[in-house]
């Protein structure tokens, strides 16, 4: 075979190589589909499998989100990590986002559980595929909550929570909003947040809080603001890793800290230098902002080696079925 006959059948292979790894995948539910991928690693042999969440608003399967100026495309990136270490992974697009657009509720009907559910019917869907050993669940940001609880109501054996926020939802916002509202606003706003924690809807929400408080948002913050991630991850009974980053500028090394604080069980990784969106960046506000944008830049690696590193510890090697 010539020098360049070689180099097709090189490309040709690499091409093929490519497309097997990354598979559509669907999961069916009673108000439309949530389309998602599949990325396996090399060989036939059965492997561990990762559901990759994402987080809050309208973060794609890819970690991607049209808020920002540009791709990050950390969820993707994060697939190709555990690929590379022998981990399958399925990442997809929430109801209601991207591809899963037509699966979504009305506003007024969604709640967080409708997330949980879809969560853990794609977990109990992959514990039944015979090429994999067992499944775990990667939450990002809001993702952890979604994952935490998801892996209470599925045949999950580990849980990976990664930028986990510590608090409820309605205690983060609070504390975000503190000193940035006007007196007038900033009552209004406590006595709206103070009903929804209670379960009530608020009437007569003022223009300028709208956006957070629309009469249509509300049943779903109401449903969001009950669950407290301290409180669900003590719930787990399962091998956990604790993942966050030490120049996270969305949530912060605490939140690590008090969710380990919950439950000692979880090994807590807190990796020097790494972002929000799982990068080397330094607290640099205009460079952090930068890299929700860059695609080419990649992985902290002391991230993708503690990952490693949890599926490689006997405990996690026991609940996939691995000999100790």
Known sequence: MNRLALVLSALVATSSSSIAAEQAIELETPTGVIKGT???PPGDSRTAVVLLIAGSGPTDRDGNTPMAAGKNDSLKLLAAALRDNGVASVRYDKRGIAASSRAAHAESDLRFEDYVQDAASWATRLAKDSRFTGVAVLGHSEGSLIGMLASQRSPSVAFISVAGPAERASVVLRRQLQGRL???LATRNEEIL???????????VPPPLLALYRPSVQPYLISWFKYSPSDELVKLRMPCLLVQGGTDIQVGVADAEALHAANKACVLRVVAGMNHVMKSVPPDRQKQIASYGDPALPLNTDFTEALASFFSAKQVRAAFGAPR
């Open 38 to 40: 599949l990325t396996m």
């Open 182 to 184: 006007p007196p007038d």
């Open 194 to 204: 103070s009903a929804l924690e209670s379960g009530s809807t608020a009437s007569e």
